[in-house]
T-cell receptor, first 112, second 116 residues
Framework: QKEVEQDPGPLSVPEGAIVSLNCTYSNSAFQYFMWYRQYSRKGPELLMYTYSSGNKEDGRFTAQVDKSSKYISLFIRDSQPSDSATYLCAMSAWNRDDKIIFGKGTRLHILP | GAVVSQHPSWVICKSGTSVKIECRSLDFQATTMFWYRQFPKQSLMLMATSNEGSKATYEQGVEKDKFLINHASLTLSTLTVTSAHPEDSSFYIC????????????FGAGSRLTVL
């Protein structure tokens, strides 16, 4: 079992819909949970991160962490064509010497 | 905060030449920076961990003599692709942890290398 699993997609949704992106993981030591957005030919951009469990909201984006299920989600409300990108989840333990493990990314297409 | 600048954003070179890519942390000090490689529509592949004032730590399968990493200051790491060949053509991205106390990475914009 891989440490982080993420459906590669592509996921196509109509503009204005709510998008749900998810990752599962196996390492119970993970404490930081990150979501990155990567446009083609650009470096990943950190959207938000959470520490331990719970929800975090930033504008149209909401990140959720369920440590009991080892499952994290990113919700995008009122999706826009500009949200079309690859979304990567990433996780790490508390110690900064611990590696950050990335999912393979989900390609998202928002259809106008 | 936590801005990472990477230059050049793209470079074309002839086979056999060397290319240097710079990665700077603009508003924070980074004792550790990371270098990734990414092929089209593929995930990030960690190449090496760059440690300020000491030797880089390379991932298995990455040639340290091909990909020279120097981290001479707390704000600058460089990756030099030596004697580049067409198979070295790729997207190279650096990152650093600038979120105080958090094990979270900020990435540079990436450098696209094309070796003719």
């Amino acid at each position: 079992q891989k440490e982080v699993e993420q459906d590669p997609g592509p996921l196509s949704v109509p503009e204005g819909a709510i998008v749900s992106l998810n990752c599962t993981y196996s390492n119970s030591a993970f404490q930081y949970f990150m979501w990155y957005r990567q446009y083609s030919r650009k470096g990943p951009e950190l959207l938000m991160y959470t520490y331990s469990s719970g929800n975090k909201e930033d504008g149209r984006f909401t990140a959720q962490v369920d440590k009991s299920s080892k499952y994290i989600s990113l919700f995008i409300r009122d999706s826009q064509p500009s949200d079309s990108a690859t979304y990567l989840c990433a996780m790490s333990a508390w110690n900064r010497d611990d590696k950050i493990i990335f999912g393979k990314g989900t390609r998202l297409h928002i259809l106008p | 905060g936590a801005v990472v600048s990477q230059h050049p954003s793209w470079v074309i070179c002839k086979s056999g030449t060397s290319v240097k890519i710079e990665c700077r942390s603009l508003d924070f000090q980074a004792t550790t920076m990371f270098w990734y490689r990414q092929f089209p529509k593929q995930s990030l592949m960690l190449m090496a961990t760059s440690n300020e004032g000491s030797k880089a730590t390379y991932e298995q399968g990455v040639e340290k003599d091909k990909f020279l990493i120097n981290h001479a200051s707390l704000t600058l790491s460089t990756l030099t692709v030596t004697s580049a060949h067409p198979e070295d053509s790729s997207f190279y991205i650096c990152s650093a942890s600038g979120h105080s106390g958090a094990n979270v990475l900020t990435f540079g914009a990436g450098s696209r290398l094309t070796v003719l």
